[in-house]
């Protein structure tokens, strides 16, 4: 499984940002879905999730600014960021998981800086 994230950038608190996730290879054998995000001397903690059935656990911190979703038929999954923070500022990562070996696959990381 391989995964491309994109969309990050520069943004002004209160603003917006979607970011994308793009999935290829093995996608059937996929359980579920993430965004995970790391600050300058953080450790990266989990944003979202989603399993294959569509539930979906939000970090306190995010819910109701942050929404995930994703399309099927394009492999890709999404967060859309509203009402951002300067505190939101980090690299994000999408993560996918499997019962079967490997794991855990990560996207290479998109920048999300929010300005106050």
């Known amino acids: 499984v391989q995964l491309q994230a994109s969309g990050g950038g520069l943004v002004q608190a209160g603003g917006s940002l979607r970011l994308s996730c793009a999935a290829s290879?093995?996608?059937?054998?996929?359980?579920?879905m993430g965004w995970y995000r790391q600050a300058p001397g953080k450790q990266r903690e989990p944003v979202v999730t989603?399993?294959?059935?569509?539930?979906?656990n939000y970090a306190d911190s995010v819910k109701g600014r942050f929404t995930i979703s994703r399309d099927n038929a394009k492999n890709t999954l999404y967060l859309q960021m509203d009402s951002l923070k300067p505190e939101d500022t980090a690299i994000y990562y999408c993560?996918?998981?499997?019962?079967?070996?490997?794991?855990?696959?990560w996207g290479q990381g998109t920048k999300v800086t929010v300005s106050s």
């Open positions: 989603i399993t294959s059935r569509g539930g979906t």
């Open positions: 290879g093995s996608i059937s054998s996929i359980n579920g």
């Open positions: 993560n996918a998981v499997r019962t079967e070996f490997p794991y855990s696959f």
